[in-house]
């Protein structure tokens, strides 16, 4: 149950992002704040777990840490490649579509596209709780993608294509990242390692993009302020929460579990930044919420005899 509740509360983290956006300074783009935000975040992530995974390595009942291979290493690059594609292609999908209907899309499509992709390279079916709560979650995601922001009608909006293009595109990414992972766990590497390398290659990757981006904004305090909330929050120790999580579940369910985010985006979106939903889009939020529900319910058990735990 605690690699459920680390997930969710990454997930209420990763929730944030969109809001903090929206309240930023003007003058920013996809590009630029998913720069900033992972140069930060990518920084800060590699810090703070690898220097839980050293402390990891000392204790008595650590396992020894597998060689570095050119597939290990390989899996740890494109999850650091993944990371940094997934903030522009996310932030896109919310300010062209609002922080509720495009983190809902992004996270939303993400259990599915996780769960199949875990399907073709393991040929493991997901369990029926993980089959019953991704078939709400998906009616959950077309409601609210139909329905949208309310119009002046009050009836729904639709969505614009190329922001549920971005949208979708995050979901791709964050399923790579979930599938990656799992596979590198369950070759023997600690979450603190996995997590850490995605962090200082994303970093690394978006720190080469700082010539072609203007980060003017990043002088105003709330820019500032934004750039260091989605680095540090929603990036470091975010993803510290969500990789010690996902070693006691299966990829599916973790990424299920993080439709935490787009419900709490969603509530953020309504009541901080004054978004209206269609009455459509508000039903696929309960829906939503609902196979949410039951995945935790159904996510007790750890996926793995003997998971790794944080030492106090």
């Not at 900033?36 to 650590?62: D, E, K, N, Q, W």
């Not at 597939?71 to 522009?88: D, F, H, I, N, W």
């Not at 062209?96 to 993400?110: I, Q």
């Not at 929603?234 to 599916?252: D, E, K, P, Q, R």
Request: aromatic letters at 6%; a neutral charge; charged letters at 10%.
């Amino acid at each position: 149950m605690l690699h459920v509740l680390a997930v969710l509360a990454a997930a209420v983290l990763f929730g944030t992002t969109g809001t903090s956006q929206a309240l930023g300074p003007a003058g920013t783009t996809p590009l630029s704040i998913g720069v900033a935000r992972m140069v930060i975040g990518g920084t800060g992530l590699a810090l703070i777990a690898f220097t839980l995974a050293a402390r990891h390595a000392r204790s008595p009942s650590a396992s020894p840490r597998p060689r570095l291979g050119i597939r290990p290493l390989a899996l740890m690059v494109l999850t650091g490649l993944c990371l940094a594609l997934y903030q522009p292609l996310f932030f896109l999908g919310t300010e062209r579509n609002g922080v509720a209907v495009g983190t809902v899309v992004a996270l939303g499509s993400a259990p599915i596209l996780a769960g199949l992709l875990e399907w073709a390279i393991t040929r493991r079916l997901p369990t029926p709780t993980w089959m019953a709560a991704t078939a709400l979650a998906t009616v959950g995601v077309l409601l609210l993608g139909f329905g949208g922001e309310a119009g002046a009608d009050g009836t729904g909006a639709g969505t614009d294509p190329l922001g549920l293009l971005g949208s979708v595109g995050a979901a791709a990414t964050f399923a790579v990242i979930a599938n990656a992972q799992r596979r590198l766990l369950d070759d023997g590497w600690d979450p603190f390692t996995v997590v850490g390398a995605m962090g200082a290659t994303s970093a690394i990757i978006s720190a080469a993009v700082i010539p072609f981006v203007d980060l003017a904004w990043l002088a105003e305090p709330r820019g500032l302020v934004m750039a260091l909330w989605l680095g540090i929050a929603t990036i470091s120790i975010a993803y510290v929460l969500f990789t010690w999580g996902l070693s006691g579940l299966t990829a599916a369910t973790a990424a299920t579990l993080t439709l935490g985010e787009p419900l709490t985006a969603s509530i953020l979106g309504i009541t901080v930044l004054g978004e209206q939903l269609s009455a459509l889009a508000i039903g696929g939020l309960a829906v939503l919420a609902t196979g949410l529900a039951l995945l935790a319910w159904g996510s007790r058990a750890p996926r793995d005899p003997k998971p790794f735990a944080v030492e106090g």
